[in-house]
């Protein structure tokens, strides 16, 4: 399969990032959630915050990558039959996807360093403080971090529910293309 979209099919490399970034998202969530529900004293709370924090700033490059590797390429397009209403929110729904992913570990990283903490990447070693002490604007940063794991929260179940509609009740091939074992037919009157 070619590494780089098409006009009717996601490509290997968007793939990869698409389905990677869901999946450090989703272990994200678990890590945080799952912590205060260790005892006390459990070792395994300073390495959900080890293994939380690390992925987190590992996320930004890799979102980075994604939206410069998206931009540069052939946006695949929407058959001709999607709504106009439809591609304004799939439209919608991404960019703001690309910004909480962007937002997420700047926030968590600001809120931390501005908490006084370190952020360790993996326990090979400490990421540089960019920031002085500052109990304010790590608040600032720490209310971010919240509200926007809450949007992200929504945007992912929008998101899915529509990936499944269109897949289901649409009958099309909209979830089918970002999943590798596909062979598309020419799209009728495409758009976007
Ligand atoms: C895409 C990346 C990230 C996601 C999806 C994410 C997600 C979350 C979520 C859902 C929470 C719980 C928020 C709440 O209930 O108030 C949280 C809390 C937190 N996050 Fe992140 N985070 C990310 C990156 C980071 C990074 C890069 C850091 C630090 C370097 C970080 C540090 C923290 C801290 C310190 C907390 C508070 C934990 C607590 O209150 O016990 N996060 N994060
Ligand atoms: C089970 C979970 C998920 C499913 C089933 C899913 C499904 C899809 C599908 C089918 C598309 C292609 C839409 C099209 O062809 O126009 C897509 C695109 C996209 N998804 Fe997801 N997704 C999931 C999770 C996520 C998560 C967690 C994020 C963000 C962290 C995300 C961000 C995006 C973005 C930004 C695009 C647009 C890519 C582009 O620029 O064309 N997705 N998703």
């Known amino acids: 399969m070619q590494a780089k979209d098409s006009s009717s099919r996601y490509g290997i490399l968007s793939m990869l990032f698409h389905w990677s970034i869901a999946t450090l998202f989703l272990v994200q969530f678990y890590l945080i959630k799952r912590r205060p529900y260790l005892p006390e004293d459990a070792p395994e709370r300073g390495l959900y915050m080890l293994l939380h924090k690390s ?11 994604f939206l ?39 926030s968590g990283y600001l809120m931390s360093t501005f908490f006084g903490g370190t952020t360790s990447f993996f326990g090979l070693f400490n990421l540089p403080m960019l920031v002085g002490q500052n109990e304010a604007a790590s608040a600032f940063f720490s209310s971010m971090h919240t509200i926007g794991a809450n949007c992200f929260i929504g945007l992912a179940i929008f998101h899915i529910a529509a990936a499944l509609k269109h897949h289901f009740v649409g009958k099309n091939d909209i979830l089918r293309r970002m999943l590798p074992a596909y062979n598309p037919s020419p799209l009728e009157g495409e758009k976007e």
């Open 68 to 106: 410069i590797w998206r931009l540069k390429n052939l946006r695949p397009r929407l058959p001709g039959h999607i709504k106009p209403h439809e591609i304004f929110l799939a439209r919608t729904s991404h960019t703001l996807l690309y910004a909480i992913m962007l937002i997420m570990p700047i």
């Open 55 to 65: 992925i987190g700033v590992t996320l930004l490059p890799i979102a980075l990558a």
